[in-house]
């Protein structure tokens, strides 16, 4: 089991900055990519960006290449995410995830098997 804490949230005006983090504990030995996903009201849950535990490979949705940077502290097994130039329609509840090298489906942006609690992240305009 890996169990994840995710926190950072808030509000922001647009073209402002947040950061993100996702503590994991627990089999962190196990985990192939962690990742971040949102979902707004009214909307499915979405892939954002991606990071291979090992390899720090990182992987990111179009909309937000280029304004967002997943990275990762081995270390103290934490994921971030650098989320610059907000927009409005960044305002969703962001998660965090973690998928295992246990798990036949695990992908970078699908399969996930752990989830955080999730964080609010509100962009005004």
């Known amino acids: 089991q890996v169990q994840l804490v995710d926190t950072g949230g808030g509000l922001v005006q647009a073209g402002g900055s947040l950061r993100l983090s996702c503590a994991a504990s627990?089999?962190?030995?196990?985990?192939?990519?962690m990742g971040w996903f949102r979902q707004a009201p009214g909307k499915e849950r979405q892939f954002v960006a991606a990071?291979?535990?090992?390899?720090?490979?990182?992987y990111y949705a179009d909309s937000v290449k280029g304004r967002f940077t997943i990275s990762r502290d081995n270390a103290k097994n934490t994921v971030y995410l650098q989320m610059n130039s907000l927009k409005p329609e960044d305002t969703a509840v962001y998660y965090c995830?973690?998928?295992?090298?246990?798990?036949?489906?695990?992908?970078?942006?699908?399969?996930?098997?752990?989830w955080g609690q999730g964080t609010q992240v509100t962009v005004s305009s």
């Open positions: 995830a973690a998928c295992s090298v246990f798990t036949s489906t695990c992908a970078v942006s699908r399969g996930y098997d752990y």
């Open positions: 990071i291979t535990w090992t390899s720090g490979s990182t």
């Open positions: 627990g089999r962190t030995n196990s985990i192939m990519h």
